[in-house]
C-alpha cells in the first residue's frame, strides 16, 4: 500500500455512459497525475495538477475527458459518452514537489462494453 | 520509434540467477525511474536516479547520461520478483511528467 487509493477498482460500463473516478492522493503530497495504461504497454501521461491547477493536459485527453482537483486534495477523472477504445488501466499517482518520487495508486480498471 | 525502449521484453530466469533489465532513451532527461508493477496494476516506485548507481536490498540500477542507457539488476534472483519492471524518463523542460517504456515482463522460477 503506496497511501494512494483509487475508487472504484473496476468499473464495467455500456458504451455511450458517463463514468467518474476518484484518486485520493498521499496528504501532504501538493502534485497529482492521471496515466493511461493499455494492455501490454506502459502507462501514458494524461494530464497533472499542482495544488488545485491543472497545469498540463496530454493530447490523449480528448473532450470527453475532464478532471479536478477542487481543493488541491482528491481528485476526480470524468470520461463522458465511453467508447470502447477508453477500456484501459486508469492510473494515478502523487509527489511533494516535481523532482520526487511519485507514489501511484492500485488503479481503475474500466471496461466499456 | 518510442522515445524509451527496453529489453528485453519477456525474461525468464530460474531461481538464484542474476537478471539485468536494459533502458534506453532518446531524450534529455533530468531523472529516470525503475518502476516495478505486479499483476492487478499496483505500480511501485523502485529507483529515481539522475547519474551514477543506487543499490537497494538485491536491486541495482544504474545509469549513463552520456549513452542515454540505464540497467536494473537483480542479483540472487527469486520467484517473488517475478513482475513487470517498467523504465521511466522526465524528459529535460517537461515539469514532472513521466514518458514510460512498454515494461519487461519477468517470470522466475524454482
Known amino acids: 500500500d503506496t497511501g494512494v487509493s483509487q475508487n472504484p477498482r473496476h468499473k464495467i460500463t455500456k458504451r455511450g455512459q458517463n463514468v467518474t473516478f476518484r484518486c485520493d492522493p498521499i496528504?501532504?503530497?501538493?502534485?497529482l497525475y492521471w496515466y493511461r495504461q493499455t494492455l501490454g504497454q506502459g502507462p501514458e501521461f494524461l494530464t497533472y495538477f499542482q495544488n488545485e491547477a491543472q497545469l498540463e493536459k496530454s493530447r490523449l485527453l480528448s473532450d470527453r475527458f475532464s478532471a479536478e482537483r477542487p481543493k488541491g486534495s482528491f481528485s476526480t477523472l470524468e470520461i463522458q459518452r465511453t467508447e470502447q477504445g477508453d477500456s484501459a488501466m486508469y492510473l494515478c499517482a502523487s509527489s511533494l514537489g516535481h523532482a520526487s518520487t511519485q507514489y501511484f495508486g492500485p488503479g481503475t480498471r474500466l471496461t466499456v462494453l | 520509434k518510442n522515445e524509451v525502449e527496453q529489453s528485453p521484453q519477456n525474461l525468464t530466469a530460474q531461481e538464484g540467477e542474476f537478471i539485468t533489465i536494459n533502458c534506453s532513451y532518446s531524450?534529455?532527461?533530468?531523472?529516470l525511474h525503475w518502476l516495478q508493477q505486479h499483476p492487478g496494476g499496483g505500480i511501485v516506485s523502485l529507483f529515481m536516479l539522475s547519474s551514477g548507481k543506487k543499490k537497494h536490498g538485491r536491486l541495482i540500477a544504474t545509469i549513463n547520461i552520456q549513452e542515454k542507457h540505464s540497467s536494473l539488476h537483480i542479483t540472487a534472483s527469486h520467484p517473488r520478483d517475478s513482475a513487470v519492471y517498467i523504465c521511466a524518463v522526465r524528459p529535460t523542460g517537461t515539469a514532472s511528467k513521466l514518458t514510460f517504456g512498454t515494461g519487461t515482463r519477468l517470470q522466475v522460477t524454482l
Open positions: 496528504s501532504e503530497h501538493n502534485r
Open positions: 531524450v534529455g532527461i533530468s531523472a
